[in-house]
């Protein structure tokens, strides 16, 4: 069976804006590099189309003639919500022109939204809700539709909606994602500036799932489970990256990365004895880290930590994170700054019940936390989440899935006047923190940490300074 895998475009820019998000970062799309490397496991002909950009301005044309060269039988899409659309697109455009191609669509937007996807979208065959790798090599290996479980599909006029897959992956058993059918890897692809040292970078997602069930998290696609790869399994991957394609960065894209302490330590102690000279990012969870374990994490090579702590007010922490704790986030910073890491603060602004009051608090909390860098969305609700059930009732929602990227505020709560207001606090936000003295003395440094990311500003010099100018507030 012949496989196509398309990544289609779904990081837009601000709306009404130019999209520069390519020159700023670009990741390589590890969950269907996982179904890839998984299919050719089991003998099927596979390749892998990684969008550039939208199709209204680019893209349909480069695809299908992906598709005309490779003559698929089966062509699958990945999407998150703001991708949906432009994967539909194309979809509808394969119809067209090759109307015995299966169309396949698979990802966190249509796993949380399951049989609606095929009632309103005629030109997909099959949606498979949940992990990938097994439903699609069953789909591929012709296994009676009834018989895949997490597939949703049509007979006759009917649709039907399998119950959700059982038997998932031993994690172990997967073959590395296949790096190499992404065209211009590692090269091609960016991790966020100063969040390396130095490049190549690439992504590994070490774990699937997640215990807690915050309300803003979409969780459709592994629901509330918690498996994870074992520390020999990440270190044998590690060195596939670094003979393979020369990486010399990692980035760990796991919410909870040391939640199982075990593996970590003993990650950290493969890192130790034969060390890779390889470095790594990972983000961690408030109660899953301490002093003794960050040691460990920068004596094998980890060079910055993420937190997510989305907000300063104590109400909208309390309402919408589970087991939340101001003071132990503000000393989890402060142990991971003492162990020599860089500490990333993540945060959100716009959640249900959030009021300019609640956006004041969530400055003065990040001003006096001293970051290291911090990223602030836009709060979105995605319909997979706890509070996407009841999100009209707490303000205004615009629910047009291009926009619904965590870059646009198409939600607006009760508390905030207008959508302008709010985007204009938020611009406000940005400009003060990497305006403060506390950034500008953690940015010097950087020219000598993270040389590459000083080299990508300064060659793409005019497209920051645009961008900098969209992110000024209106006075």
């Not at 179904?35 to 596979?46: P, T």
């Not at 374990?293 to 109400?315: D, F, H, N, T, Y």
């Not at 979105?380 to 615009?398: A, D, V």
């Not at 000598?448 to 080299?455: T, V």
Request: positive net charge.
């Amino acid at each position: 069976m012949k496989i196509l895998l398309i990544n289609p475009f779904g990081s837009n820019w601000v709306e009404g804006m130019e999209d520069y998000t390519e020159i700023a970062i670009r990741m390589a799309p590890i969950g269907i590099l996982s179904i890839a490397a998984y299919l050719l496991r089991e003998k099927h002909k596979v390749a892998v189309h990684d969008c550039g950009g939208p199709v209204n301005r680019l893209g349909i044309e480069e695809v299908m003639a992906r598709v005309n060269s490779f003559r698929p039988d089966i062509v699958g899409f990945t999407a998150v919500t703001s991708s949906f659309m432009n994967a539909y697109l194309l979809a509808e455009k394969i119809k067209r022109e090759a109307s015995h191609i299966k169309i396949v669509f698979g990802g966190v937007h249509v796993s949380a939204l399951g049989r609606k996807i095929l009632e309103k979208f005629s030109s997909i065959d099959f949606v498979i809700t949940g992990e990938g790798e097994k439903a699609m090599a069953d789909l591929a290996a012709g296994v009676q539709l009834g018989k895949i479980q997490g597939l949703v599909f049509r007979e006759g006029s009917n649709i039907r909606e399998n119950d959700l897959r059982t038997d998932l992956c031993e994690l172990d058993t997967l073959p590395f994602p296949a790096y190499y059918t992404l065209d211009g890897f590692p090269r091609s692809f960016k991790a966020a500036l100063f969040n390396y040292p130095k490049a190549p970078t690439a992504t590994i997602i070490s774990s699937r799932g997640c215990p807690y069930q915050c309300s803003y998290c979409d969780r459709s696609v592994y629901r509330r489970s918690f498996r994870f790869n074992s520390a020999e399994y990440l270190y044998e991957h590690m060195i596939s990256l670094k003979v393979d394609f020369g990486i010399r960065h990692v980035i760990f894209y796991d919410d909870l990365f040391t939640f199982n302490r075990n593996r970590i330590e003993k990650l950290c102690e493969l890192l130790q004895k034969k060390p890779l000279k390889m470095t790594f990012n990972c983000a961690v969870r408030v109660g899953h880290i301490d002093d003794d374990l960050l040691k460990l994490l920068k004596a094998s090579g980890c060079w910055m930590v993420s937190l997510g702590i989305e907000s300063g007010a104590p109400e909208i922490l309390a309402r919408h994170k589970t087991k939340a704790d101001f003071f132990e986030m503000k000393m989890t910073v402060k142990r991971i700054q003492k162990a020599g890491l860089r500490a990333k603060g993540l945060f959100m602004m716009g959640l249900p019940g959030e009021t300019e009051e609640t956006i004041k608090m969530t400055t003065d909390f990040i001003n006096g936390l001293e970051l290291d860098d911090m990223n602030m969305t836009k709060f979105t609700p995605f319909p997979g989440s706890p509070i996407y059930q009841n999100i009209r009732e707490e303000g205004s929602f615009e629910e047009k899935w291009e926009l619904m990227n965590c870059l646009n505020f198409v939600f607006v709560p009760k508390g905030i006047k207008s959508k302008a207001r709010l985007e204009n606090l938020y611009k406000k936000f940005i400009k003060q923190f990497y305006s403060s003295r506390n950034w500008i003395s953690k940015f010097l440094p950087l020219i000598f940490k993270s040389p590459h990311s000083i080299y990508r500003i300064v060659r793409n010099l005019p497209i920051f300074l645009k961008i900098k100018s969209d992110f000024e507030p209106r006075k």
